[in-house]
């Protein structure tokens, strides 16, 4: 079955560093596109970053400069380091995937950046 897990979630203080994990299986992820999306309390679900399967990337505004997304498709795996977080990045952070009509979601991993 096809499955995204997310991993890498925590407590970060701001201005600090975390990278989050996703580990896919179940679908020909060399294909796929994927991304992160992130969803604060009270706040609608939002792109964060996109790498396509030519390793095409793109980031949302506020997150430009900060974060970057990578992927290894040798070991089905898409990550997205987190540099000089804020307090307003604080949500659930999700993997996605596509391809044509097929998307995919992961559960979620919850990152909080607080003193």
């Known amino acids: 079955q096809v499955q995204l897990v997310e991993s890498g979630g925590g407590l970060v203080q701001p201005g600090g560093p975390l990278r989050l994990s996703c580990a896919a299986s179940g679908f020909r992820f060399g294909i796929f596109d994927l991304g992160w999306y992130r969803q604060a309390p009270g706040k609608q679900r939002e792109l964060v970053a996109v790498?396509?399967?030519?390793?095409?990337?793109a980031y949302a505004d506020s997150v430009k400069g900060r974060f970057t997304i990578s992927r290894d498709n040798a070991k089905n795996m898409v990550y997205l380091q987190m540099n000089s977080l804020k307090l307003e990045d604080t949500a659930v952070y999700y993997c996605?995937?596509?391809?044509?009509?097929?998307?995919?979601w992961g559960q979620g991993t919850q990152v909080t950046v607080s003193s």
């Open positions: 996605n995937g596509h391809w044509v009509n097929r998307v995919y």
């Open positions: 790498i396509t399967s030519v390793d095409s990337t």
